[in-house]
């Protein structure tokens, strides 16, 4: 079993900055690709950002240029670093991770999300 952890999350007010981290533990052989989405209330989950296991990083459009990716293997954490934060970035952010366990079986987990609150 694989689980997921997610930190970082708040009250910021319009233009601030927070970062999130989401730590996996458990029967992990390798982290494929790993990404943040969000939800706001009455609206759908929507990804925010991926990075495969070999950086390669994809953002959605709202978030290019204000939010970043990263992720550190050794600790099994991916990050992301939100900049130059607006009002509807609130919602309830979500670790995803594609995982490879120890018995070469792949799959996907979720975090229990991170609350995050944007306004003045």
């Known amino acids: 079993q694989v689980q997921l952890v997610e930190s970082g999350g708040g009250l910021a007010q319009p233009g601030g900055s927070l970062r999130l981290s989401c730590a996996a533990s458990g029967s992990i052989l390798k982290l494929l690709t790993m990404a943040w989405y969000r939800q706001a209330p009455g609206n759908e989950r929507e990804l925010v950002a991926t990075m495969t296991s070999g950086d390669t990083t994809n953002y959605a459009d709202s978030v290019k240029g204000r939010f970043t990716i990263s992720r550190d293997n050794a600790k099994n954490t991916v990050y992301l670093q939100m900049n130059s934060l607006k009002p509807e970035d609130t919602a309830v952010y979500y670790c995803?991770?594609?995982?490879?366990?120890?018995?070469?079986?792949?799959?996907?987990?979720w975090g229990q999300g991170t609350q995050v609150n944007v306004s003045s």
């Open positions: 995803n991770a594609d995982v490879l366990d120890l018995f070469l079986r792949r799959r996907g987990y």
